[in-house]
């Protein structure tokens, strides 16, 4: 009996094991062409060619960034907390990986099928603030300890609301199963009842990522490069890995809180010749875009712009919105019971 649940064990350690390196190996050679994408784009937007030398179409241009990294001396700036110093970048890096646990790239396909996926995702977001704020004070740099506070001002702020946005999901879903969420859209995807939710959403998960327009924890204008201004090397490179893997995670919960998973948009395509898998990347790659179009064409915003979209804007709309969404639940009669 011991050695039947030694083995059932055993296995079950080697599945999850395979289910991880299944998600991980794919997520980090996305990051690394997400660069690469991220350039093109930018580079067509701003009529010019981007990365085209490293290799046919510059397609090893991104492997030739990480060897440059790997290869390049770190600095430990004087008076900074060695200890801390790198343990900042491997928190950030290793949040954005872990999220990824719960995340259904199909029916059924997730390293961990949770009943409170989306209570997990949540924590592991909030929890990002963490290692920016140690950044900044490990550092020993006022410019560094001055992009830090930004950051986690402006994260905290913008969480408020998404937790209202995620909120609104449930409701309409009746569960906190990631893979419930996309098989309650079968028949509507919550983009259509919920857009303005979805915009919400969205820009505040860019804002979460520090990304364009809401890139002030970096603002070069003022406080030089932000909270990683004393890294070099591989300690930038996983902060930089780490950005670029909360854009695909933001993208990921955009795709199955709104844009139905891995459910394909044309009822009438047969599931053998698109797999739900291809449908979901395909989501994310567009997302992606958006991420993308909107770094070249905004302007930085102003730090006061910044937190009154986040108090004045989006947490009044989505407080109303979820109010809007459970009355008319309940009105109707279509409140799911979970």
Same mark, same amino acid.
């Not at 947490?315 to 979820?322: Q, R, V, Y």
């Given at each position: 009996?011991?050695?039947?649940?030694?083995?059932? $064990?055993?296995?079950?350690?080697?599945?999850?094991?395979?289910?991880?390196?299944?998600?991980?190996?794919?997520?980090?050679?996305?990051?690394? *062409?997400?660069? *690469? +994408?991220?350039?093109?784009v930018m580079g067509a937007i701003q009529?010019? !060619?981007?990365?085209? %030398?490293?290799?046919?179409?510059?397609?090893?241009?991104?492997?030739?960034?990480?060897?440059?990294?790997?290869?390049?001396?770190?600095?430990?700036?004087?008076?900074?907390?060695?200890?801390?110093?790198?343990?900042?970048?491997?928190?950030? #890096?290793?949040?954005?990986?872990?999220?990824?646990?719960?995340?259904?790239?199909?029916?059924?396909?997730?390293?961990?099928?949770?009943?409170?996926?989306?209570?997990?995702?949540?924590?592991?977001?909030?929890?990002?603030?963490?290692?920016?704020?140690?950044?900044?004070?490990?550092?020993?740099? !006022?410019?560094?300890?001055?992009?830090?506070?930004?950051?986690?001002?402006?994260?905290?702020?913008?969480?408020?609301?998404?937790?209202?946005?995620?909120?609104?999901?449930?409701?309409?879903?009746?569960s906190q199963n990631l893979n419930d969420?996309?098989?309650?859209?079968?028949?509507?995807?919550?983009?259509?009842?919920?857009?303005?939710?979805?915009?919400?959403?969205?820009?505040?998960?860019?804002?979460?990522?520090?990304?364009?327009?809401?890139?002030?924890? $970096?603002? $070069?204008?003022?406080?030089?490069?932000?909270?990683?201004? $004393? *890294?070099?090397?591989?300690?930038?490179?996983?902060?930089?890995?780490?950005? *670029?893997?909360n854009m695909i995670l933001v993208s990921?919960?955009?795709?199955?809180?709104?844009?139905?998973?891995?459910?394909?948009?044309?009822?009438? %395509?047969?599931?053998?010749? %698109?797999?739900?898998?291809?449908?979901?990347?395909? !989501?994310?790659?567009?997302?992606?875009?958006?991420?993308?179009?909107?770094?070249?064409?905004?302007?930085? +915003?102003?730090?006061?712009?910044?937190?009154?979209?986040?108090?004045? %804007?989006?947490?009044?709309?989505?407080?109303?919105?979820?109010?809007?969404?459970?009355? #008319?639940?309940?009105?109707?009669?279509?409140?799911?019971?979970?």
């Open positions: 009996m011991n050695a039947f649940l030694f083995h059932t $064990e055993l296995g079950f350690v080697i599945l999850t094991l395979l289910k991880t390196l299944a998600v991980v190996v794919p997520l980090l050679i996305g990051v690394a *062409y997400l660069t *690469y +994408f991220e350039r093109k009529m010019r !060619k981007g990365p085209n %030398v490293v290799g046919p179409f510059g397609l090893w241009q991104p492997f030739a960034d990480a060897l440059k990294m790997v290869f390049k001396e770190t600095i430990f700036p004087a008076g900074a907390d060695r200890v801390l110093f790198a343990l900042a970048p491997m928190i950030t #890096f290793g949040l954005a990986v872990t999220a990824w646990a719960v995340i259904p790239v199909d029916n059924g396909w997730a390293v961990a099928n949770i009943n409170v996926g989306i209570l997990y995702l949540f924590a592991i977001s909030s929890l990002g603030v963490y290692g920016i704020i140690i950044a900044g004070w490990a550092s020993n740099s !006022k410019y560094a300890f001055l992009g830090a506070l930004r950051s986690a001002a402006q994260m905290v702020s913008y969480e408020v609301s998404m937790g209202f946005v995620i909120v609104t999901v449930l409701l309409c879903a009746g969420i996309v098989l309650a859209q079968r028949h509507l995807w919550y983009a259509i009842p919920l857009f303005p939710m979805l915009i919400i959403f969205f820009i505040s998960g860019i804002a979460e990522t520090n990304r364009a327009p809401f890139d002030l924890a $970096e603002g $070069e204008t003022e406080i030089v490069a932000g909270f990683f201004v $004393e *890294y070099s090397a591989m300690t930038f490179a996983l902060f930089f890995l780490g950005e *670029y893997a990921a919960m955009t795709t199955v809180l709104f844009l139905g998973g891995w459910l394909s948009p044309l009822p009438f %395509v047969p599931f053998t010749l %698109v797999p739900g898998v291809i449908w979901f990347l395909a !989501k994310i790659l567009l997302c992606l875009f958006v991420f993308v179009w909107v770094r070249a064409t905004l302007p930085r +915003f102003r730090y006061d712009q910044l937190m009154a979209l986040g108090w004045k %804007v989006f947490l009044p709309l989505s407080l109303l919105w979820l109010v809007i969404t459970a009355g #008319f639940l309940e009105i109707f009669g279509l409140m799911p019971h979970a």
